[in-house]
């Protein structure tokens, strides 16, 4: 243990600051040095500032009390209508396809035709939701101190009970609906679930229960599904890599063909690309609005401080992640599930702010499901819930590890053997 605090001085501002080797130097000052591995993000300037602006004027809005109620607001109507325009393709070629089947002839060239047309249909068909094959499901009767807490924590929030857990090893804890009869799934990610302490894993499962009672899951599900019929043709209609390469080279033969694909990837990729960024602007509009208002759940739920806690600790994820792959990686007598905690809860306060600074330059441009996590803790606190709905005990904490324990330890059997 270093017992003298070792200093040194801010190249931009001057201000003394603190120095703890095992993590980033940086000023509180004047932010130097927040974001020492900034992305490399090819989106250009203009479109992070618009982006940076649309996040601060949700703030604004959430912050002076006009949170919406949750719903179908205007961008979300949008996004929705937009997303069933879009998916009139896929409809469009099916009916193609049958209607040359059933009424067009020769039946060979029909079939021909019909071919295309289905193909076309199959392969931007919107799909339903579904989980990661790496997934380990649980169910009530497998852990009834888990289920007791999430239908405790369910019914708080007004909205369906989980129909399973599923455990896996990634770095987040999430919430969907799969199949047909869209049944509500709680992830937990072990990552991020073992470096929780119980209130905040109340907080963390308030917040994805949220989304089952706002978000609305038949427009995200529209909004996913045209998204990928955009995503098809952006990359049908979008010059390649080869083309780029043989022009770059001269050796662009100048033919009927490639000029007939450069017109369409002028026309009509752009016009898909155009789409694709409206369609997403609009979503991101209604799903960032979604997780302030999931975030309020967590708050009146869990406590406000639970909350805050919560998605700072989220800030640790991706050292969690790392510490347990290390540990399984390099196996010593630290269980990799021990390595995690470590990892969290060692961090200093002064990391977390850093952290926190450095998720408001980040996660504006790089997460664009969820605002920055310090706008969100700045949001819980400005008007706190100081009493908790649903209490969770260390005991109940400690048996719903016990219960996980052979599905985390099933996870981490298989990301052990996928490392190789
Ligand atoms: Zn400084
Ligand atoms: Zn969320």
Redesign the pocket.
């Known amino acids: 243990m270093q017992s003298v605090e070792e200093t040194t001085t801010c190249p931009d501002c001057g201000h003394r600051i603190r120095v703890d080797r095992r993590y980033v130097t940086w000023c509180e000052k004047c932010d130097w040095n927040v974001d020492p591995t900034p992305l490399l993000d090819p989106t250009p300037a203009w479109r992070l500032r618009l982006e940076q602006r649309l996040a601060d004027s949700l703030y604004r809005e959430l912050e002076q009390g006009a949170i919406h109620r949750p719903g179908w607001d205007a961008a979300r109507i949008g996004a929705g209508l937009l997303s069933v325009l879009i998916l009139l393709l896929p409809l469009t070629a099916f009916l193609t396809g049958i209607a040359l089947l059933l009424f067009y002839r020769p039946l060979w060239f029909s079939a021909i035709l019909a071919l295309l047309a289905l193909t076309v249909a199959f392969l931007f068909r919107p799909r339903l939701g579904r989980l990661s094959d790496d997934a380990v499901l649980l169910y009530a009767d497998e852990a009834p101190v888990l289920f007791g807490v999430l239908d405790e924590i369910a019914t708080a929030v007004g909205t369906r009970k989980a129909h399973a857990v599923a455990v896996t090893a990634d770095a987040n804890v ?2 969907g609906q799969v199949g047909w009869r869209f049944r509500p799934i709680i992830v937990l990610g072990i990552p991020l679930w073992a470096g929780l302490r119980p209130q905040e894993r109340v907080a963390i499962l308030a ?2 229960f ?2 089952g009672r706002h ?1 609305d899951h038949l427009s995200s599900w529209l909004v996913s599904s045209a998204q990928h019929v955009l995503f098809g043709l952006r990359m049908t209609f979008t010059e390649g890599h080869v083309e780029r390469h043989r022009r770059a080279w001269g050796v662009d033969d100048g033919t009927g063909a490639t000029m007939a694909a450069r017109v369409l990837n002028a026309t009509v990729g752009t016009l898909v690309r155009g789409l694709s960024w409206v369609l997403t602007r609009l979503e991101l509009r209604s799903g960032q609005r ?2 302030y208002l ?2 309020r759940k967590s708050g009146e739920i869990a406590g406000s401080e639970a909350a805050a806690h919560a998605l700072e600790r989220s800030l640790l994820a991706d050292s969690s992640y790392d510490a347990m792959v290390r540990a399984l990686r390099f196996p010593t007598e630290v269980e990799p599930l021990e390595a995690v905690r470590s990892a969290v809860t060692g961090v200093p306060a002064r990391e977390l702010e850093r952290r926190l600074r450095a998720s408001r330059i980040r996660e504006t441009r790089t997460d664009a ?2 605002p920055p996590t310090s706008l969100r803790t700045k949001l819980i606190r400005t008007r706190p819930a100081t009493s908790a709905r649903v209490v969770m005990g260390i005991d109940q904490s400690t048996n719903i590890d016990r219960e996980l324990a052979p599905a985390s330890e099933q996870v981490l059997r298989d990301l052990k053997a996928e490392l190789g």
Do not use: I, K
């Open positions: 999430g919430y917040h994805e949220g989304h978000g979604d997780e999931a975030d499901t969820h």
